[in-house]
Nanobody
Framework: VQLQASGGGLVQAGGSLRLSCAASGRIATINLMGWYRQVPGKQRELVAA???????SYADSVKGRFTISRDNAKNTVNLQMNNLKAEDTGVYYCYAAIQRDWTRCPDMYWGQGTLVTVSS
């Protein structure tokens, strides 16, 4: 199983970016998908998560600005980021809790990270 993230880049404050992450390989079901971000000198922070059943969750710092969505048919998760701020700068990692077959417990998989830079 692999997760491939894309969509990072440089944007001015107030702008928007859309991150995408696609899971591939042997997948029976994906229980949870989401995004973390890493800022130098700080702990990795959970940005948003979306289960296959249930409600989405967001870090307080991004509520009202970021929207997470998933396409179960394509095994993808997206993060629409609007009204970006300088403090949103960081490396964003997608993750997924994936069952490779129905007899196994889910395992956590991570994407390679994509850099988001917001200039003020």
């Amino acid at each position: 199983v692999q997760l491939q993230a894309s969509g990072g880049g440089l944007v001015q404050a107030g702008g928007s970016l859309r991150l995408s992450c696609a899971a591939s390989g042997r997948i029976a079901t994906i229980n949870l998908m989401g995004w973390y971000r890493q800022v130098p000198g700080k702990q990795r922070e959970l940005v948003a998560a979306i289960p296959n059943i249930g409600t989405t969750s967001y870090a307080d710092s991004v509520k009202g600005r970021f929207t997470i969505s998933r396409d179960n048919a394509k095994n993808t998760v997206n993060l629409q980021m609007n009204n970006l701020k300088a403090e949103d700068t960081g490396v964003y990692y997608c993750y997924a809790a994936i069952q490779r077959d129905w007899t196994r417990c889910p395992d956590m998989y991570w994407g390679q990270g994509t850099l988001v830079t917001v200039s003020s």
